[in-house]
């Protein structure tokens, strides 16, 4: 199975500041890369599709990069309501995979 | 659009079988893969295993030898049943839809399965 690692487990920022998420898999997975935020008590929801493709109503502030084993999500200008868990998840394989996740707290 | 909605008992002895339901809502279930996703309690998110709408399925090798996930089509309905639980099985699940190479891009809400005695 491909191994998803996300740095760093959690971290702490201020509004207005830029955040930066990275995702490391343990072999190739092209780019079949996605991210997802979650809500305590709430389903994952989708943000960022292959790569860097926002999904429709998300805003510009998201935006994601990388190709191969190495991707990153970008905040831009952090913003209360960005607080949450953020998962990385390879679809290349359909054995899929998650990270561990990313603990976003607004300070 | 389409909605996804879990249901199934929130209480599960050990060694027994856990069921849940996944009705689809919205629209066919047809052309997708239909899938189970669970996460413990303060953990990460584990794919469990995916039905396509003709019945093929693939599962996670971990969870493989326990596990069923089945389809019907009539009703817009899809399964999940994993034998033999333990504390370990504890998890929100979630059922999800995907396609080949795609996110996750519809989600149930998600049902708490607590397995204990």
């Known amino acids: 199975d491909i191994q998803m690692t996300q740095s760093p487990s959690s971290l702490s920022a201020s509004v207005g500041e830029r955040v930066i998420i990275t995702c490391r898999a343990s072999q190739s997975i092209s780019s079949y890369l996605n991210w997802y935020q979650q809500k305590p008590g709430k389903a994952p929801n989708l943000l960022i599709y292959?790569?860097?493709t926002l999904r429709s109503g998300v805003p510009s502030r998201f935006s994601g990069s990388g190709s191969g084993t190495d991707f990153t999500l970008t905040i831009s200008t952090l913003q209360p309501e960005d607080n949450g868990t953020y998962y990385c998840q390879q679809s290349y394989s359909t054995f899929v995979t998650f990270g561990q996740g990313t603990r976003v707290e607004i300070k | 659009q389409v909605q996804l909605q879990e249901s199934g008992p929130g209480l599960v002895k050990p060694s027994e079988t856990l069921s849940l339901t996944c009705t689809v809502s919205g629209g066919s279930i047809g052309s997708y893969y239909w899938t189970w996703i669970r996460q413990p309690p303060g953990k990460g998110l584990e794919w469990i295993g995916y039905?396509?709408?003709?019945?093929?399925?693939k599962y996670n090798p971990s969870l493989k030898s326990r596990l069923t996930i089945s389809v019907d089509t009539s009703n817009n309905l899809f399964f999940l049943r994993l034998t033999s639980v333990t504390a370990a099985d504890t998890a929100v699940y979630y059922c999800?839809?995907?396609?080949?190479?795609?996110?996750?891009?519809?989600w149930g809400q998600g049902t708490l399965v607590t397995v204990s005695s």
């Open positions: 039905v396509y709408y003709n019945g093929n399925t």
């Open positions: 999800a839809r995907t396609d080949t190479l795609s996110p996750f891009d519809i």
């Open positions: 292959d790569v860097s």
